[in-house]
């Protein structure tokens, strides 16, 4: 009798786990603009949210003598299930994708389209293959989401103070997709 209600406790505890992992959730991609959907032939097979810090450095304007601006130095956030723990991180350069299990996904940015007043942009990246076996194989796209906050500092940038950094929060959605 102990065993079985060991089992049966073990069961719906892992029962549990399946029901609140980020694997379970289905995204709904109609509603995004098309320039950040992914194509068809894929399917979802995690989604995160991610929180944490945009690092901006003030540089020189590229092609534009004597004029400065913030420029994206890197991410540094906790991916997170939608219950809140932590299930991986984002980092970089390059942008670095790593589940708890230590695999790894690069990418290149194929699009962006506009995440609303104050926050960064919605994005689509092709993935690089992952760097081991884990959460992350096959990985081929990875859409960042429901964007707030992230935008550069509203701060003067000039050669005054070239080479400063500024940290800004933001929190989005990150959705992994592979081949169907």
Not at 59 to 81: C, I, S, T, Y
Not at 84 to 112: F, H
Not at 114 to 125: A, D, K, W, Y
Request: with cysteine.
């Amino acid at each position: 009798m102990i065993i079985r209600t060991a089992l049966a406790v073990a069961a719906a505890s892992l029962l549990g786990a399946c029901a609140s992992s980020p694997m379970m959730k289905s995204f709904d991609q109609s509603a995004l603009p098309p320039a950040v959907q992914v194509p068809a032939g894929h399917k979802v097979f995690w989604e995160t949210v991610g929180v944490g810090d945009i690092t901006y450095e003030c540089r020189a304007k590229a092609n534009a003598a004597g004029q400065f601006e913030w420029v994206f130095a890197g991410p540094d956030a906790k991916l997170n299930a939608h219950g809140g723990t932590q299930v991986g991180k984002y980092y970089g350069p390059p942008a670095t994708w790593e589940g708890m299990d230590g695999v790894k996904v690069t990418g290149k940015q194929l699009a962006v389209a506009p995440g609303g007043t104050g926050n960064i942009p919605m994005q689509l990246v092709q993935a690089n293959p992952a760097s081991g076996n884990g959460t992350l194989t096959g990985t081929t796209y990875i859409q960042r989401v429901n964007t707030q906050g992230g935008v550069a500092p509203a701060d003067a940038c000039g050669a005054g103070n070239m080479g400063a950094k500024q940290i800004v929060k933001y929190q989005a959605g990150y959705i992994f997709w592979r081949a169907a």
